[in-house]
């Protein structure tokens, strides 16, 4: 299970409790898809452009805004997390994910999706990055790609375009 702190630092999109429960849901069914037998703490950051960009540049060395960004608390090595797990009680520390709504409400206009869909498909990606995947190769794009897909299809979300076109 996720307990997730969820902390609003902006105030472009209106967070509602159902963005909030969506958040969630990705979360726990990204855990159940992965097989993830330990209760996980994850922090969501909720935010804009400006915001992330200063991540991104502080982070990453990048300075543009992104759309999300993941910090995972656990280190990996191959396939395997490192067992020396840091706990809050019960729960595994999972990781931060930073989520620009700002970007994230500008993506799904442009891909003539909803927003719902889009902030779905940040939070998989973002969950995945904090159980250790990354897309720096082709290979390792086409698993996330994969596992996010089936991840947003067991929650019926779907890439339907806006026009009711598919």
């Known amino acids: 299970m996720a307990e997730l702190i969820i902390e609003n630092e902006q105030n472009k999109i209106d967070v509602t409790k159902a963005l909030t429960d969506l958040i969630k849901a990705v979360c726990e069914e990204v855990m159940a898809e992965e097989e993830c037998g330990f209760d996980a703490q994850i922090s969501v950051t909720l935010t804009d452009d400006e915001r992330i960009r200063n991540l991104n540049r502080e982070h990453r060395g990048i300075d ?27 729960a595994v520390l999972l990781g931060d ?70």
């Open 64 to 90: 543009r805004a992104t759309d999300v960004l993941s910090f995972p608390m656990l280190s990996f090595d191959g396939d395997e997390a490192d067992a020396r797990y840091d706990y809050d009680g019960d």
């Open 97 to 166: 994910i930073v989520i620009s709504l700002e970007r994230a409400a500008a993506q799904a206009e442009e891909y003539n999706h909803s927003m719902r869909r889009e902030t779905a498909f940040l939070t998989a990606h973002s969950m995945l990055h904090l159980l250790g995947y990354d897309h720096i190769d082709s290979e390792g794009d086409r698993i996330m790609r994969k596992k996010q897909d089936k991840v947003l299809t067991a929650l019926n979300i779907t890439r339907k375009r806006l026009t009711g076109e598919t």
